[in-house]
């Protein structure tokens, strides 16, 4: 066992060191990230503190090494990557118009907590494709001793404001147990090179970067207890939690976009 850990853990190292600074073709990539995948596959079933330490090193190494592949790589912000692309380990969620994408996948670090790793590609210009974090598990919060959850993406939503700015709305999960779990709406734009938190939420005269709802989840609920955007982007449906046992209540809080912001109606329900 001991000797197949190290001899994994060596070969890990040569994953990042591989990478080369030509631009990397999608299929490349695939091959890459199935690998580290089989990699880290092989050490969540040995579970042991030797195997949850070289499970740390392979996805940090996969975060940097998507981190790079995917700078000014125009065919890795648009291909379809099918063989990676699978449902309970990597997300690739693609914006509507192509500017923007999500890499996501469960690090399988956690035991009955899912810790989760996210880059993005995001279009600054005709010439330009920039990359940048969203979550990395290895990084601790200020005043912390837990690492983070990191949250799950399962949306990617566009809107265009009146002026013709392009807001991008990335619907997450973050799992602490089996049935706790937060779910958020996060606004981005870019701008001057980069993704930036965007103000797009005005809640009785707040003005908010993100949404967020704590509950308590679980198979058998029949609320869907998601933030969700309306077909037409024209409404977002926050679900109202009970205070008492944190489980939904079936009803929402609406936010309607007005052209520029999605405001809080406290009329709706």
Not at 35 to 47: G, M, Q, S, T, V
Not at 126 to 144: E, H, M
Request: hydrophobic residues 40%.
């Amino acid at each position: 066992m001991r000797i197949a850990l190290k001899i994994l853990f060596v070969l890990s190292l040569g994953l990042f060191a591989s990478a080369r600074s030509v631009a990397q073709s999608p299929t490349e990539v695939e091959e890459y990230i199935l690998d580290a995948f089989k990699k880290i596959n092989y050490l969540r079933d040995r579970p042991s503190e030797k195997a949850t330490d070289t499970l740390k090193i392979l996805n940090k190494q996969l975060l940097r090494y998507l981190l790079k592949a995917g700078k000014n790589n125009e065919l890795l912000l648009t291909s379809e990557m099918k063989r990676v692309s699978v449902e309970d380990q990597m997300n690739i969620l693609t914006s509507e118009d192509g500017k923007v994408r999500i890499f996501n996948w469960d690090t399988e670090t956690g035991a009955a907590i899912n810790y989760f790793d996210a880059i993005v590609l995001f279009r600054v210009n005709d010439t330009t494709i920039a990359t940048a974090v969203l979550n990395d598990v290895s990084k601790k919060p200020d005043g912390s001793g837990e690492e983070r959850n990191g949250e799950w993406y399962t949306k990617l939503n566009t809107v265009t404001n009146k002026s013709g700015r392009v807001y991008y709305l990335f619907s997450s999960k973050a799992m602490y147990s089996i049935k706790s779990k937060e779910f958020f709406l996060d606004a981005y734009t870019i701008y001057g090179g980069k993704l930036n938190p965007a103000p797009l939420f005005i809640n009785r005269n707040t003005t908010l970067y993100s949404l967020s709802v704590a509950c308590v989840s679980t198979l058998t609920n029949d609320v869907n207890p998601e933030i969700r955007v309306t077909g037409d982007k024209q409404r977002i449906l926050a679900p109202i939690i009970n205070k008492i046992d944190e489980y939904p209540t079936g009803k929402y809080a609406v936010y309607v976009f007005d052209g520029n912001n999605y405001v809080f109606d406290k009329n709706a329900h």
